[in-house]
Each structure stands twice: as C-alpha cells, then as structure tokens.
C-alpha cells in the first residue's frame, strides 16, 4: 500500500500516512492529521502531495517559506517513485510502497515463551525513566486521536519509540467468520527503518497471544547464529511478541513486535535467552493495559453522549450512582408533570406550504425551548406528542421543590416567547405556548411494551395536566395549575419567583366531577403583569361568581385591567345565561369541549 513517511530528528517524531491515489493533500506544521508539528522549519501549509499511480508527485506552495530538497538539490515541483524521499527542514519524508500480509501459520519458531502477569510484575527497568516518559504520553495519544485511524498511528508510533530495539510494530484485529474461522487484520504498522519489501506478521503467533491471553515471545533465529532465514519470518525479524489487548472496546486486538538481535540500530548482540526481552514485552503489556482502560472509558463516554439524546441529565446521573436496572424499573412516585402546546402551527403550516423544511426548523427551535427549560430545571422529558412535548419533576429521585422547578421552567417558557412576539422577523414570533401543570401519585420508569418502550410516567395526574393544557385556549391564559399544584406554590414558592390566581371551578368535557383550576402568573415587578391588588380583585369577584352573585361578580371584576382575556371567561358565561344563574348552579362551569 503507497504510504508516506515523515521522520523528524528524533525517534519519537514520526508518522506514516496512508496515500490515496488522485486525491490531493497539503503537508504543513498544521495541515490536520498531515501535520509535521516538530518542524519549525516546515510552513503552516508547505506543499502539495498527489499519488499518481507508482509515482508522487509534490509542488512547493507558494505560502512555504523554506526549499524542498531532493538529493541534495532544491526542488519546486518534482516527482519521486517508491523507496525515493525528500527533505523539508530537519523531517525526512519517504514514499513507500509495501504491505503487510498475515499469512498462513508459519515456521515454528526456534524459542518460545509466555509471560504471565505475576512474572512481569517481578521485572526491573534498567531504563525506568525513559519506560515512564513515554508511558505518560498515552492519555494523550487516546484523548487527542478524532478517529480510530489516528489512534492507530499514534499508538504504534509510541510503541516504536518505547521499544528501540523493535524493527516493526503493528497493530492486528482478530475477528472469527461464522464458519469459525479466524481472520487478521493489520490494522495499522511501521517499521523504523525503510528496508523495502512486505511485513508478514506471525499468524501463528498473533492466535497462541489470543488463546492464552497472555503475551507469547518467537524467536525464530538466534543472537550469533549465521540467519539462514529457514526460521526467520522475514529480514527485519529474528523475534516476534504478541501481546493481547484485553476489554470489550479492544476485542481480537493484538500488539505485534518484531525485531532483530543485530538491529539496524546499531544495537549489540543481546544472548539467545528469550528473557532478555522481557523489559520490552513488559513494556508492551502496559501499554496494552493502558489503552484497553482509555479506550473503554472512552468508549464509556460517547456511550453517554449517545444515551443523553434519549435521557435526561436527572436520569443519567441517577444510572451513574446505582444499577440502571433498578433506576428505570417502574415505581410509583410523587410527581409534577406538565405539558406544553405549541400554539399557532396550524396557522403557520399553511402560510408556510412552500418552505417545509423551514417550518420544521422553526417547530424545532420552538420544542427546543420547552425541552431545554425543563432539562435546565431537572426535570425529565417524558414523552413528544406532535407539537407538544411532556416533562415531569419527582423521579428518579425525590425532588422536595418539584412544583418550585416546574414553575420556573413554565414561567421561562413563556417569557421566551413572550419576547419572541415582541421582536419582528424572530422565527417564534407567530407562535405562542399553552401549558398545564398537575402533582399527585403516579407510575414512573421504564414504560411501554415487549417491542417498544420509553422513559415516562403514567396516571391520573399526566391525564390532567394534559387537559388542563388543552383548557389554556378556553380560558386564555398560557399556564393553569390544578388545585394541589396552586396550593403547593402558595406555600412554598416567593412571590418574587411565581404567583397564583384562582380563575374559575369546571368541569372537564365527558367527566362528572370538576376541578378548582389557578393560572401561572410571573413576579409582579415583571413588565405588563397584573399588580396582587388586581389579582386580589379578580379572586373576590370570582367568589362571588360562585356564589351566585353575579351583578356583584360582574361590577368587581370591571376593576380588572381590559387587557386581562382570563376575566372574559367569566363575563362572558354570565352574559351567554343572561346574568342570571342557572337554578341548579353550584359554582361550576361546565366545559365544551377540551380545548
């Protein structure tokens, strides 16, 4: 496979890339993964590399601020085949063209040895320093790769530069077909030194790693011996180790090291024992380690970026502290739910016929403000119904404030489209909200069918709140209560935060009983709100609508602002019944229709 290698002045500068034919590519000290960031030498964007079948070709850009150098000459726009590099700075660069191929099982290798983790515990550094100087890179080498191809060549860079006696590194994935049959897949390698020629790792070593779940040492040719090559995987290999990267997010993976006991490094001949490599293989089960614990919290954490879409901050935190199981399992619960009604879409869907996908945009924002104020005040969303969404307070754990959140989250609602009306050309302008809050006992968790279920709550209570949000058109006003839900923010909640309006007694469309129902009301100090003299007003002027007075009803509620609708729905009953109540009136209204 055509690669191109870049080799700085130290071991640990180094990466190689893999080259896509055609495709164009800048190199620079900040060109993305095609970055040479050690090189103050190189430009942000110094040239442009291009694969053309068998050759490379690389044009000096005009923003470089230093020559390319091709066998000692300087060059602007040249070409170079493989096994040819060029020069920017102190960085090599080299255009390779070899692959590497696991083949059938191989020779049997000359040496063999497993290393248990008990034995290696038991293994000194010589070199301790330099071990832990690239071990402590390794967060970073997890934490700093965007893909999965760039944790790859990160990892096996560092694994080259904590072992410098290794020819080659690789890392391998193991995956059984469904006849049982094991394949390998090199899944990234380098080799320290361009030698030319394939990479072959062991088959056989690579599985004996696996199996035994330990690391497993091959020497195929002894220190002093002549290498014939009968046993001797290839001419950058007189030893092999595979180490077995363990856990769920590494599953088949394998760290491969081979090198030669007369490196191209200069190294000296080390003896024939096998356990002169057991610092390296040491080493190499660490980094293992490592990586296998990165790479799952990693994988841990985008799992909790994954499920957040689907559950709330509340819920989340509650699985993180006990046994999501039991956290999910439906229970009963005190709760407050509301609901909340876009207003205004049918409207809107018709003006907007042409412009579908902008509509949905601005339904979007618009269910955003609702599901974000109830998430910012910790509630859970329990459920979407069209253009309406549902959240509640009270589970997973206890909420003491619940009906103190919910006001918030309902007052912020509000204001946010209030504001929205105010303000020409906003894309929530043509909207408004209705919302109705109820508390009591319901069913929380885990709800739903054998095919399909969601996080919700489930009762009497949820039925409420939905027709108390339905009531909001009848009545005019953006948010009701039902009575233990008023009765729990008169006691508990400041004035400063929320306040409370009895608005009338009624009975729900297809139900005998009725329910006492309150309006959400903001502070006073609040712009354009009613004064608690003018609240105070309306509560007596609805008491005596109850009681039957109804001139008297209808004189004290004249002192309530014009601008208030709520009052209209009382006047106007009175005026449909003539100003004289019903001889069977009990202080009730009964509703038409449920919104």
């Given at each position: 496979?055509?690669?191109?290698i ?7 500068q180094r990466?190689r890339?893999a080259l896509?034919?055609g495709v164009?590519?800048?190199l ?8 040479v ?6 430009s ?6 291009r694969l ?7 044009r ?6 230093n020559?390319?150098?091709v ?12 096994s ?6 102190e960085?090599?660069?080299?255009f ?5 191929q ?6 049997a290798?000359?040496e ?6 008990q ?6 550094y010589?070199?301790?320093e ?5 071990l402590s890179?390794?967060?970073?080498v ?5 893909t ?16 410098p ?6 890392l391998?994935?193991?995956v059984?077909d469904a ?18 020629g ?8 690579i599985l004996?790693?696996l199996e035994r779940e ?7 040719n002894t ?5 014939s ?5 290839s001419d950058e290999a ?5 180490t077995?990267?363990?856990g ?10 081979a090198?030669r006991?007369?490196?191209?490094a ?7 024992d096998p356990?002169?490599?057991r ?5 190499a089960?660490l980094?293992a ?12 954490r985008?799992r909790?970026?994954v499920?957040?879409n ?7 935190g509650?699985?993180?502290s006990a046994d999501?199981?039991?956290v ?5 619960a005190d ?5 909340c009604?876009?207003?205004g ?27 974000h104020?109830i998430?910012e ?7 979407f119904?069209g253009?309406?969404?549902?959240g ?13 959140r ?20 906003h894309p ?8 109705g ?6 069913v929380?968790g ?7 279920v ?6 009497p ?11 909001t058109?009848?009545?005019q006003s ?6 233990p ?5 008169r006691?508990r ?16 469309y ?6 006492e129902?309150s309006e ?5 100090d ?9 609240v105070r007003q ?13 001139t008297e ?10 601008r208030?609708r ?8 009175i005026?449909?019944?003539g100003r ?15 919104g």
């Amino acid at each position: 496979m055509p690669d191109l290698i870049a080799q700085g002045p130290r071991p640990d500068q180094r990466w190689r890339r893999a080259l896509v034919d055609g495709v164009p590519t800048k190199l620079g000290r900040d060109a993305g993964v095609w970055s040479v960031p050690w090189d103050q030498r190189i430009s942000r964007h110094h040239c442009e590399i291009r694969l053309r079948g068998e050759e490379l070709e690389v044009r000096r850009l005009d923003s470089a601020r230093n020559p390319i150098f091709v066998s000692g000459r300087e060059q602007q726009q040249f070409k170079i085949h493989p096994s040819d590099h060029f020069v920017i700075g102190e960085t090599t660069f080299t255009f390779v063209v070899d692959r590497a191929q696991v083949g059938r099982e191989g020779p049997a290798p000359l040496e063999e040895q497993t290393f248990s983790a008990q034995y290696l515990q038991r293994v000194r550094y010589r070199n301790a320093e330099q071990r832990l100087e690239v071990l402590s890179r390794m967060p970073e080498v997890i934490s700093g790769a965007t893909t999965d191809a760039e944790l790859f060549v990160r990892l096996v860079n560092l694994v080259l530069s904590g072992i410098p006696r290794a020819n080659v590194v690789a890392l391998t994935n193991t995956v059984a077909d469904a006849a049982g049959i094991e394949h390998i897949q090199v899944l990234y390698w380098d080799r320290r030194l361009h030698s030319g020629g394939d990479f072959q790792p062991s088959r056989r070593l690579i599985l004996e790693a696996l199996e035994r779940e330990q690391s497993v040492l091959h020497v195929w040719n002894t220190a002093g011996s002549t290498g014939s090559g009968n046993f001797t995987m290839s001419d950058e290999a007189d030893w092999a180790f595979a180490t077995p990267i363990s856990g769920e997010a590494c599953k088949g993976w394998t760290l491969y090291v081979a090198g030669r006991y007369h490196g191209h490094a200069g190294l000296a001949a080390t003896p024939s024992d096998p356990t002169d490599l057991r610092e390296d293989v040491k080493f190499a089960e660490l980094v293992a380690a490592l990586v296998a614990a990165l790479r799952q919290t990693e994988q841990f954490r985008k799992r909790q970026a994954v499920l957040s879409n689907f559950f709330a901050p509340a819920v989340m935190g509650a699985m993180q502290s006990a046994d999501p199981e039991l956290v999910l399992t439906p229970r009963e619960a005190d709760v407050c739910v509301m609901f909340c009604d876009l207003r205004g879409f049918t409207r809107t869907a018709q003006r907007s016929a042409d412009d579908l996908l902008g509509l949905l945009e601005r339904v979007s924002r618009a269910l955003g403000v609702m599901t974000h104020q109830i998430l910012e005040q910790g509630g859970v969303l329990g459920d979407f119904h069209g253009d309406a969404a549902m959240g509640f307070w009270g589970w997973p754990l206890v909420q003491e404030d619940a009906v103190d959140r919910a006001c918030r989250a309902a007052l912020a609602v509000r204001r946010e489209f209030e504001l929205a009306g105010r303000t020409p050309g906003h894309p929530l302008a043509d909207f408004r909200m209705g919302m109705g809050l109820a508390s009591g006992r319901a069913v929380a968790g885990r709800i739903g069918t054998v095919d399909q279920v969601k996080v919700t709550v489930f009762g009497p209570v949820v039925n409420l709140a939905s027709r108390l949000e339905g009531m909001t058109k009848l009545v005019q006003s953006p948010i009701l209560l039902d009575e233990p839900t008023a009765a729990a923010v008169r006691k508990r909640v400041p004035a400063t935060t929320a306040r409370v309006r009895r608005v009338a007694r009624v009975r729900p469309y297809g139900t005998d009983g009725h329910v006492e129902i309150s309006e959400l009301l903001p502070p006073a100090d609040e712009p354009g709100q009613m004064t608690d003299e003018q609240v105070r007003q309306y509560e007596e002027g609805l008491e005596q609508f109850i009681a039957g007075q109804w001139t008297e009803a209808l004189e004290t509620l004249h002192g309530v602002p014009a601008r208030d609708r709520v009052k209209d729905f009382l006047t106007v009953f009175i005026a449909q019944h003539g100003r004289t109540p019903p001889q069977d009136w009990d202080g009730v209204i009964p509703l038409s229709s449920k919104g």
